[in-house]
Protein backbone atom coordinates (compact mmCIF):
# COMPACT_ATOMS: atom_id res chain seq x y z
CA UNK A 1 0.00 0.00 0.00
CA UNK A 2 1.29 3.23 -1.10
CA UNK A 3 1.88 5.58 1.52
CA UNK A 4 0.06 9.72 0.86
CA UNK A 5 3.42 12.61 0.51
CA UNK A 6 3.80 14.48 3.59
CA UNK A 7 1.83 17.25 3.63
CA UNK A 8 5.54 19.53 4.82
CA UNK A 9 7.27 18.34 1.78
CA UNK A 10 8.97 21.77 0.89
CA UNK A 11 8.12 23.76 -2.34
CA UNK A 12 10.21 23.05 -5.42
CA UNK A 13 12.65 26.13 -6.40
CA UNK A 14 11.71 27.46 -10.11
CA UNK A 15 14.56 25.87 -12.42
CA UNK A 16 17.39 28.15 -12.99
CA UNK A 17 16.84 28.76 -16.55
CA UNK A 18 13.39 29.90 -16.26
CA UNK A 19 13.96 33.92 -16.22
CA UNK A 20 16.80 32.89 -18.64
CA UNK A 21 14.46 31.81 -20.69
CA UNK A 22 12.61 35.20 -20.78
CA UNK A 23 16.21 37.04 -21.17
CA UNK A 24 16.48 35.40 -24.62
CA UNK A 25 13.56 35.90 -26.25
CA UNK A 26 13.97 39.78 -25.16
CA UNK A 27 17.04 40.02 -26.15
CA UNK A 28 16.17 38.28 -29.76
CA UNK A 29 13.37 41.13 -29.74
CA UNK A 30 15.73 44.00 -28.85
CA UNK A 31 17.65 42.69 -31.52
CA UNK A 32 15.08 42.52 -34.00
CA UNK A 33 14.36 46.06 -33.15
CA UNK A 34 17.55 47.10 -33.47
CA UNK A 35 18.56 45.54 -36.69
CA UNK A 36 15.44 47.09 -38.01
CA UNK A 37 15.75 51.19 -37.14
CA UNK A 38 19.88 50.24 -38.67
CA UNK A 39 18.42 49.19 -41.86
CA UNK A 40 15.62 51.83 -42.00
CA UNK A 41 18.34 54.29 -41.52
CA UNK A 42 20.64 53.72 -44.02
CA UNK A 43 17.60 53.35 -46.65
CA UNK A 44 16.96 56.89 -45.47
CA UNK A 45 20.33 58.17 -45.71
CA UNK A 46 20.89 55.54 -49.02
CA UNK A 47 23.47 54.04 -47.62
CA UNK A 48 24.12 49.98 -49.77
CA UNK A 49 23.53 47.45 -47.31
CA UNK A 50 27.33 45.71 -46.70
CA UNK A 51 29.91 45.74 -43.90
CA UNK A 52 28.98 48.36 -41.57
CA UNK A 53 25.43 46.93 -41.59
CA UNK A 54 26.95 43.58 -40.49
CA UNK A 55 29.35 45.10 -38.50
CA UNK A 56 27.11 46.71 -36.09
CA UNK A 57 24.24 44.20 -36.04
CA UNK A 58 27.09 41.19 -35.36
CA UNK A 59 28.80 43.28 -32.88
CA UNK A 60 25.45 44.12 -31.04
CA UNK A 61 24.25 39.92 -31.28
CA UNK A 62 27.73 38.81 -29.71
CA UNK A 63 28.15 41.56 -26.83
CA UNK A 64 24.51 40.74 -25.33
CA UNK A 65 24.99 37.42 -26.08
CA UNK A 66 28.25 37.33 -24.21
CA UNK A 67 26.47 39.57 -21.48
CA UNK A 68 23.51 36.98 -21.22
CA UNK A 69 25.93 34.09 -20.59
CA UNK A 70 27.58 35.55 -17.90
CA UNK A 71 24.25 36.10 -16.27
CA UNK A 72 23.14 32.64 -17.08
CA UNK A 73 26.79 31.81 -15.18
CA UNK A 74 27.22 34.35 -12.11
CA UNK A 75 23.43 35.47 -11.25
CA UNK A 76 20.74 32.72 -12.83
CA UNK A 77 18.16 33.99 -10.91
CA UNK A 78 18.28 37.80 -11.84
CA UNK A 79 15.55 39.41 -13.49
CA UNK A 80 15.09 38.67 -16.86
CA UNK A 81 13.78 42.50 -18.22
CA UNK A 82 16.78 44.53 -17.16
CA UNK A 83 19.61 43.38 -20.01
CA UNK A 84 16.69 43.31 -22.70
CA UNK A 85 15.90 46.64 -21.26
CA UNK A 86 19.20 48.12 -21.68
CA UNK A 87 19.71 46.12 -24.96
CA UNK A 88 17.28 48.02 -26.44
CA UNK A 89 18.00 51.61 -24.96
CA UNK A 90 22.15 51.05 -25.77
CA UNK A 91 21.37 49.42 -29.62
CA UNK A 92 18.87 52.23 -30.23
CA UNK A 93 21.29 55.06 -29.24
CA UNK A 94 23.97 53.66 -31.40
CA UNK A 95 21.83 53.39 -34.18
CA UNK A 96 21.02 57.14 -33.81
CA UNK A 97 24.89 58.12 -32.95
CA UNK A 98 25.50 56.49 -36.81
CA UNK A 99 22.86 58.21 -38.01
CA UNK A 100 23.97 61.63 -37.02
CA UNK A 101 27.28 60.50 -38.32
CA UNK A 102 25.91 59.51 -41.88
CA UNK A 103 24.09 63.33 -41.61
CA UNK A 104 27.05 65.23 -40.53
CA UNK A 105 28.61 65.59 -44.08
CA UNK A 106 25.12 66.19 -45.85
CA UNK A 107 24.47 69.73 -47.70
CA UNK A 108 20.85 69.16 -47.39
CA UNK A 109 21.02 68.75 -43.70
CA UNK A 110 23.69 70.94 -42.96
CA UNK A 111 24.36 74.21 -43.98
CA UNK A 112 28.12 73.65 -43.02
CA UNK A 113 28.55 70.23 -43.36
CA UNK A 114 32.14 68.75 -43.36
CA UNK A 115 33.49 65.41 -43.56
CA UNK A 116 31.79 62.49 -41.13
CA UNK A 117 31.90 61.97 -38.40
CA UNK A 118 32.51 58.05 -36.77
CA UNK A 119 31.18 58.35 -33.58
CA UNK A 120 29.41 54.88 -33.58
CA UNK A 121 32.52 53.21 -34.28
CA UNK A 122 33.90 54.79 -30.73
CA UNK A 123 30.48 54.42 -28.75
CA UNK A 124 30.51 50.42 -30.57
CA UNK A 125 34.46 50.04 -28.66
CA UNK A 126 32.70 51.84 -25.48
CA UNK A 127 30.22 49.31 -25.53
CA UNK A 128 32.17 46.57 -25.64
CA UNK A 129 34.16 47.58 -22.95
CA UNK A 130 30.72 48.50 -20.64
CA UNK A 131 29.86 44.72 -21.28
CA UNK A 132 33.22 43.21 -20.00
CA UNK A 133 33.41 46.13 -16.99
CA UNK A 134 29.34 44.41 -16.65
CA UNK A 135 31.02 40.84 -16.92
CA UNK A 136 34.07 41.84 -14.11
CA UNK A 137 31.50 43.30 -12.02
CA UNK A 138 29.11 40.30 -12.08
CA UNK A 139 32.32 37.98 -11.28
CA UNK A 140 34.37 39.71 -8.81
CA UNK A 141 30.96 40.80 -6.89
CA UNK A 142 29.16 37.62 -6.23
CA UNK A 143 27.39 38.94 -2.63
CA UNK A 144 26.27 42.60 -2.55
CA UNK A 145 26.64 42.68 0.73
CA UNK A 146 30.36 42.51 0.70
CA UNK A 147 30.37 45.80 -0.92
CA UNK A 148 29.31 47.20 2.40
CA UNK A 149 32.90 46.62 3.99
CA UNK A 150 34.28 48.50 2.04
CA UNK A 151 31.29 51.51 1.73
CA UNK A 152 33.73 54.13 3.53
CA UNK A 153 36.28 53.94 1.32
CA UNK A 154 34.42 53.98 -1.89
CA UNK A 155 32.70 56.89 -0.52
CA UNK A 156 36.28 59.09 0.58
CA UNK A 157 37.21 57.89 -2.62
CA UNK A 158 34.33 58.56 -4.49
CA UNK A 159 34.90 62.44 -3.47
CA UNK A 160 38.37 62.48 -4.28
CA UNK A 161 37.39 61.22 -7.30
CA UNK A 162 35.09 63.56 -8.01
CA UNK A 163 37.21 66.49 -6.78
CA UNK A 164 40.44 66.25 -8.82
CA UNK A 165 38.99 68.21 -11.95
CA UNK A 166 38.20 71.00 -9.50
CA UNK A 167 42.32 70.90 -9.05
CA UNK A 168 43.51 70.62 -12.31
CA UNK A 169 44.50 73.02 -15.07
CA UNK A 170 41.43 74.36 -16.72
CA UNK A 171 43.16 72.96 -19.70
CA UNK A 172 42.79 69.20 -18.33
CA UNK A 173 39.81 69.94 -16.76
CA UNK A 174 37.00 72.26 -18.44
CA UNK A 175 34.79 71.00 -21.33
CA UNK A 176 31.53 73.47 -22.43
CA UNK A 177 32.69 76.03 -19.71
CA UNK A 178 32.41 72.86 -16.64
CA UNK A 179 34.49 71.88 -15.17
CA UNK A 180 34.33 68.00 -14.43
CA UNK A 181 36.53 66.42 -17.01
CA UNK A 182 39.91 64.47 -16.49
CA UNK A 183 41.44 64.98 -19.72
CA UNK A 184 45.08 63.90 -20.77
CA UNK A 185 47.09 62.88 -24.31
CA UNK A 186 44.86 60.29 -25.41
CA UNK A 187 42.18 59.95 -23.11
CA UNK A 188 39.63 61.51 -21.28
CA UNK A 189 36.79 60.53 -18.48
CA UNK A 190 34.25 62.03 -16.34
CA UNK A 191 35.01 61.40 -13.08
CA UNK A 192 31.51 62.12 -11.80
CA UNK A 193 29.41 59.44 -13.61
CA UNK A 194 31.58 56.93 -11.17
CA UNK A 195 31.79 59.01 -8.07
CA UNK A 196 28.14 58.72 -8.19
CA UNK A 197 28.07 54.64 -7.32
CA UNK A 198 30.33 55.10 -5.18
CA UNK A 199 28.51 57.64 -2.87
CA UNK A 200 25.49 55.71 -3.25
CA UNK A 201 27.14 52.69 -1.90
CA UNK A 202 28.41 54.74 1.24
CA UNK A 203 24.99 55.96 1.72
CA UNK A 204 23.59 52.81 1.74
CA UNK A 205 26.10 51.41 4.38
CA UNK A 206 25.91 54.09 6.53
CA UNK A 207 21.94 54.56 6.76
CA UNK A 208 21.85 50.91 7.65
CA UNK A 209 24.49 51.25 10.32
CA UNK A 210 22.59 54.65 11.50
CA UNK A 211 19.10 54.03 11.27
CA UNK A 212 17.89 54.30 14.58
CA UNK A 213 19.65 57.59 15.12
CA UNK A 214 17.76 59.38 11.83
CA UNK A 215 14.30 57.76 13.11
CA UNK A 216 14.95 59.06 16.48
CA UNK A 217 11.90 61.75 17.04
CA UNK A 218 12.62 65.16 17.54
CA UNK A 219 10.38 68.60 18.03
CA UNK A 220 7.01 67.98 16.71
CA UNK A 221 5.71 71.17 13.98
CA UNK A 222 2.13 70.98 12.51
CA UNK A 223 1.72 66.84 12.99
CA UNK A 224 4.69 66.22 11.64
CA UNK A 225 8.16 64.95 13.46
CA UNK A 226 11.21 66.38 12.75
CA UNK A 227 14.71 65.13 13.01
CA UNK A 228 16.72 66.53 15.85
CA UNK A 229 19.72 69.31 14.51
CA UNK A 230 22.55 66.82 16.05
CA UNK A 231 21.24 64.28 13.82
CA UNK A 232 21.24 66.36 10.18
CA UNK A 233 25.05 65.56 9.45
CA UNK A 234 23.86 63.51 6.43
CA UNK A 235 21.92 65.64 4.67
CA UNK A 236 23.92 68.64 5.51
CA UNK A 237 27.14 67.15 4.03
CA UNK A 238 24.67 65.85 1.30
CA UNK A 239 23.87 69.49 0.66
CA UNK A 240 27.61 71.11 1.61
CA UNK A 241 29.44 68.94 -1.04
CA UNK A 242 26.12 69.64 -4.00
CA UNK A 243 26.85 73.08 -3.59
CA UNK A 244 30.74 72.68 -3.46
CA UNK A 245 30.73 70.85 -7.09
CA UNK A 246 28.37 73.57 -7.73
CA UNK A 247 30.78 76.85 -6.87
CA UNK A 248 34.42 75.24 -7.81
CA UNK A 249 32.97 72.98 -11.21
CA UNK A 250 30.55 75.24 -12.93
CA UNK A 251 28.29 72.08 -13.37
CA UNK A 252 24.52 71.93 -12.24
CA UNK A 253 24.25 68.33 -12.93
CA UNK A 254 26.14 66.43 -11.11
CA UNK A 255 25.42 67.91 -7.79
CA UNK A 256 21.74 68.01 -8.43
CA UNK A 257 22.06 64.67 -8.81
CA UNK A 258 24.07 63.18 -5.80
CA UNK A 259 21.61 65.34 -3.80
CA UNK A 260 18.49 64.05 -4.60
CA UNK A 261 19.86 60.94 -4.89
CA UNK A 262 20.93 60.59 -1.21
CA UNK A 263 17.45 62.50 -0.26
CA UNK A 264 15.84 60.32 -1.65
CA UNK A 265 17.60 57.29 0.31
CA UNK A 266 17.01 59.29 3.96
CA UNK A 267 13.30 59.17 3.07
CA UNK A 268 13.49 55.49 2.28
CA UNK A 269 15.41 54.94 5.41
CA UNK A 270 12.99 56.38 7.38
CA UNK A 271 9.95 57.00 6.07
CA UNK A 272 9.91 60.29 7.42
CA UNK A 273 8.53 63.29 5.31
CA UNK A 274 10.38 65.62 7.63
CA UNK A 275 13.61 64.28 5.80
CA UNK A 276 12.16 65.54 2.60
CA UNK A 277 10.63 68.61 3.49
CA UNK A 278 14.07 69.79 5.45
CA UNK A 279 15.98 68.84 1.99
CA UNK A 280 13.67 70.69 -0.43
CA UNK A 281 14.42 73.50 1.49
CA UNK A 282 17.85 73.02 1.63
CA UNK A 283 17.64 72.51 -2.40
CA UNK A 284 15.81 76.50 -2.87
CA UNK A 285 17.80 78.16 -0.33
CA UNK A 286 20.95 76.62 -2.14
CA UNK A 287 19.86 77.44 -5.45
CA UNK A 288 18.88 81.43 -4.29
CA UNK A 289 22.19 81.77 -2.82
CA UNK A 290 23.77 80.15 -6.12
CA UNK A 291 21.64 82.09 -8.29
CA UNK A 292 23.13 85.44 -6.68
CA UNK A 293 27.00 84.17 -6.59
CA UNK A 294 27.27 82.58 -9.85
CA UNK A 295 27.28 84.19 -13.22
CA UNK A 296 26.52 80.70 -15.30
CA UNK A 297 23.54 79.77 -13.42
CA UNK A 298 22.15 82.84 -14.10
CA UNK A 299 22.61 82.32 -17.52
CA UNK A 300 21.03 78.95 -17.07
CA UNK A 301 17.86 80.93 -16.30
CA UNK A 302 17.81 83.08 -18.46
CA UNK A 303 18.08 80.84 -20.85
CA UNK A 304 15.65 78.80 -19.73
CA UNK A 305 13.21 81.69 -18.91
CA UNK A 306 13.29 83.03 -22.68
CA UNK A 307 15.67 80.85 -24.90
CA UNK A 308 14.39 83.08 -27.99
CA UNK A 309 15.36 86.05 -26.09
CA UNK A 310 19.18 84.83 -26.72
CA UNK A 311 18.32 83.05 -30.24
CA UNK A 312 21.72 84.31 -31.55
CA UNK A 313 24.23 83.34 -28.55
CA UNK A 314 23.10 81.07 -25.57
CA UNK A 315 19.33 80.18 -26.56
CA UNK A 316 20.38 79.03 -30.17
CA UNK A 317 20.65 75.38 -28.55
CA UNK A 318 17.68 75.28 -26.46
CA UNK A 319 16.08 77.06 -29.50
CA UNK A 320 16.64 73.89 -31.67
CA UNK A 321 15.84 72.09 -29.61
CA UNK A 322 12.43 72.97 -29.31
CA UNK A 323 12.02 73.30 -33.41
CA UNK A 324 12.96 69.43 -33.12
CA UNK A 325 10.21 68.74 -30.81
CA UNK A 326 7.59 70.65 -32.98
CA UNK A 327 9.21 68.94 -36.29
CA UNK A 328 8.51 65.53 -34.93
CA UNK A 329 4.83 66.06 -33.93
CA UNK A 330 2.84 62.88 -32.77
CA UNK A 331 4.87 60.15 -35.33
CA UNK A 332 8.16 62.09 -36.02
CA UNK A 333 9.63 62.61 -39.68
CA UNK A 334 11.10 58.94 -39.44
CA UNK A 335 14.29 57.67 -39.11
CA UNK A 336 16.85 58.99 -40.57
CA UNK A 337 14.52 61.44 -42.54
CA UNK A 338 15.21 64.60 -39.93
CA UNK A 339 17.47 67.08 -39.39
CA UNK A 340 18.46 66.42 -36.08
CA UNK A 341 22.08 67.93 -36.36
CA UNK A 342 21.09 71.34 -36.63
CA UNK A 343 20.91 70.67 -32.35
CA UNK A 344 24.54 71.00 -31.53
CA UNK A 345 25.36 68.10 -29.26
CA UNK A 346 22.78 65.76 -30.58
CA UNK A 347 24.51 62.72 -30.00
CA UNK A 348 25.12 63.78 -26.64
CA UNK A 349 22.98 66.28 -24.36
CA UNK A 350 20.36 66.56 -26.95
CA UNK A 351 20.40 62.91 -28.08
CA UNK A 352 16.49 62.74 -26.71
CA UNK A 353 15.72 65.50 -29.20
CA UNK A 354 17.18 63.57 -31.65
CA UNK A 355 14.80 60.89 -31.24
CA UNK A 356 11.67 62.99 -30.39
CA UNK A 357 12.29 64.92 -34.12
CA UNK A 358 12.13 61.29 -35.97
CA UNK A 359 10.24 59.08 -33.76
CA UNK A 360 8.06 62.17 -32.40
CA UNK A 361 6.19 61.50 -29.10
CA UNK A 362 5.38 58.10 -29.65
CA UNK A 363 8.56 56.84 -29.79
CA UNK A 364 10.18 58.79 -27.07
CA UNK A 365 7.43 57.92 -24.87
CA UNK A 366 8.19 54.25 -25.61
CA UNK A 367 11.93 55.10 -24.68
CA UNK A 368 10.52 56.82 -21.75
CA UNK A 369 8.65 53.45 -20.67
CA UNK A 370 11.89 51.45 -21.34
CA UNK A 371 13.34 53.77 -18.34
CA UNK A 372 10.66 53.02 -16.37
CA UNK A 373 9.95 49.54 -16.50
CA UNK A 374 14.19 49.28 -15.56
CA UNK A 375 13.42 51.88 -12.50
CA UNK A 376 9.98 49.56 -11.64
CA UNK A 377 12.12 46.21 -12.21
CA UNK A 378 14.56 47.90 -9.82
CA UNK A 379 12.63 48.94 -6.96
CA UNK A 380 10.57 45.03 -7.15
CA UNK A 381 14.21 43.86 -6.54
CA UNK A 382 14.49 46.86 -3.45
CA UNK A 383 11.20 45.60 -1.90
CA UNK A 384 12.15 41.79 -2.54
CA UNK A 385 15.73 41.71 -1.22
CA UNK A 386 15.84 40.36 2.29
CA UNK A 387 18.70 43.00 3.59
CA UNK A 388 18.62 46.74 4.34
CA UNK A 389 21.70 47.45 2.53
CA UNK A 390 20.45 46.11 -0.55
CA UNK A 391 17.56 47.84 0.04
CA UNK A 392 18.68 51.32 0.25
CA UNK A 393 20.97 50.25 -2.62
CA UNK A 394 18.89 48.91 -5.37
CA UNK A 395 16.35 52.16 -4.59
CA UNK A 396 19.04 54.38 -4.91
CA UNK A 397 20.40 52.74 -8.25
CA UNK A 398 17.44 52.56 -9.52
CA UNK A 399 16.20 56.65 -8.55
CA UNK A 400 19.81 57.58 -10.18
CA UNK A 401 18.50 56.09 -13.75
CA UNK A 402 14.98 57.79 -13.38
CA UNK A 403 16.25 61.03 -12.19
CA UNK A 404 18.99 61.29 -14.63
CA UNK A 405 16.30 60.67 -17.45
CA UNK A 406 13.81 63.41 -16.34
CA UNK A 407 16.65 66.08 -15.73
CA UNK A 408 17.54 65.42 -19.07
CA UNK A 409 14.49 65.71 -20.63
CA UNK A 410 13.57 68.62 -18.63
CA UNK A 411 16.26 70.59 -19.84
CA UNK A 412 16.28 69.81 -23.71
CA UNK A 413 12.26 70.17 -23.31
CA UNK A 414 12.70 73.87 -21.42
CA UNK A 415 10.71 72.38 -18.26
CA UNK A 416 13.99 72.60 -16.28
CA UNK A 417 17.12 74.79 -16.95
CA UNK A 418 19.68 72.54 -18.60
CA UNK A 419 21.94 70.65 -16.37
CA UNK A 420 24.45 68.79 -18.48
CA UNK A 421 23.54 65.32 -18.04
CA UNK A 422 23.76 62.46 -20.04
CA UNK A 423 20.93 60.16 -21.17
CA UNK A 424 21.76 56.35 -19.58
CA UNK A 425 22.53 54.03 -22.22
CA UNK A 426 21.32 56.12 -25.05
CA UNK A 427 23.49 58.92 -25.58
CA UNK A 428 27.32 59.31 -26.88
CA UNK A 429 30.03 58.93 -24.05
CA UNK A 430 32.55 56.70 -22.85
CA UNK A 431 32.56 57.30 -19.36
CA UNK A 432 28.84 57.09 -18.34
CA UNK A 433 28.03 54.34 -20.10
CA UNK A 434 30.81 52.37 -18.38
CA UNK A 435 29.66 53.56 -15.27
CA UNK A 436 26.01 52.29 -16.35
CA UNK A 437 27.15 49.09 -16.91
CA UNK A 438 28.83 48.88 -13.42
CA UNK A 439 25.26 50.14 -12.10
CA UNK A 440 23.38 47.49 -14.51
CA UNK A 441 25.65 45.16 -12.80
CA UNK A 442 25.02 45.24 -9.24
CA UNK A 443 21.15 45.83 -9.66
CA UNK A 444 20.98 42.51 -11.58
CA UNK A 445 23.28 41.32 -8.24
CA UNK A 446 20.51 42.41 -5.82
CA UNK A 447 17.78 40.97 -7.59
CA UNK A 448 19.80 37.37 -8.46
CA UNK A 449 19.77 37.70 -4.56
CA UNK A 450 16.47 38.86 -4.25
CA UNK A 451 14.89 36.17 -6.25
CA UNK A 452 17.23 33.45 -5.35
CA UNK A 453 15.11 30.43 -3.93
CA UNK A 454 16.11 29.68 -0.36
CA UNK A 455 17.65 26.40 0.42
CA UNK A 456 15.51 23.52 1.21
CA UNK A 457 15.55 22.69 4.94
CA UNK A 458 16.10 18.73 5.82
CA UNK A 459 13.12 17.45 6.68
CA UNK A 460 12.08 15.18 9.45
CA UNK A 461 11.20 11.71 8.37
CA UNK A 462 7.14 11.48 8.68
CA UNK A 463 6.24 9.24 12.18
CA UNK A 464 4.50 6.81 10.70
CA UNK A 465 8.09 5.97 8.60
CA UNK A 466 9.98 4.81 11.58
CA UNK A 467 11.02 1.66 12.26
CA UNK A 468 10.39 0.51 15.80
CA UNK A 469 12.29 -1.64 18.33
CA UNK A 470 11.55 -3.33 21.39
CA UNK A 471 13.32 -1.71 24.33
CA UNK A 472 13.76 -4.24 27.40
CA UNK A 473 13.54 -3.08 30.53
CA UNK A 474 16.47 -3.42 33.11
Not at 41 to 64: E, H, M, P, R, S
Not at 201 to 222: C, E, H, N, P, Y
Not at 228 to 248: K, N, Y
Request: one cysteine or more.
Amino acid sequence: MTSAPSMHAPPTPPPKSAGRTTEVVLLSFAVCVVIAALLIVQGAQDVTLGVQTLKYAGAFIVLFAVAHLVIRRFAPFADPLLLPCVALLNGLGLVMIYRLDLGSSRRDELVKADEMTHNADQQLVWAVLGVIVFSLTLIVVRDHRTLSRYAYTLGLGGLIFLSIPMVLPASMAEVNGSRNWIRIPGFSIQPGEFSKIAIIIFAAAFLVSRRDLFTTAGKQFAGIDFPRLRDLGPLLAAWAIATGVLALANDLGTPLLIFATVLTMLYVATSRVSWLMLGVTLFVLGATIAYQLFEHLRVRVAIWEDPFAQYDTFGYQIAQSLFGFATGGMFGTGLGSGRPNIVPFANTDFILTSFAEELGLVGLAAIMMVYLLITIRGLRSAIAVRDSFGKLLAAGLSFTIIFQVFVVFGGVSKLIPLTGLTTPFLAYGGSSLLANYILLALLIRISNAAREPDAPKQQAAPVESMSTRVVRKQ
